[in-house]
């Protein structure tokens, strides 16, 4: 299992702007601090093909992609 956990630094920080964040946006601040105290189970990481076929979206149009 990959789990990606944060130094002592790096959670200090992520308090730190969770804090600041709170009175705007609680749910960003919420989300700054479960990561600080838990990190990321990477194995429970979805990539933006997985959220596509979840939410039923259709497939990208690579001409898409050129502007």
């Not at 804090?19 to 601090?33: D, I, K, M």
């Not at 990477?42 to 990208?60: K, N, S």
């Amino acid at each position: 299992m990959a789990h990606l956990t944060f130094s002592e630094a790096e959670q200090r920080e992520l308090r730190e702007a969770a804090r600041s964040e709170f009175p705007g946006n609680p749910a960003l601040a919420y989300v700054l601090e479960n990561l600080a105290s838990e990190g990321i189970d990477l194995d429970r990481c979805r990539d933006w093909d997985d959220v596509r076929v979840e939410q039923g979206l259709p497939e990208r149009e690579e001409a898409a992609d050129v502007a």
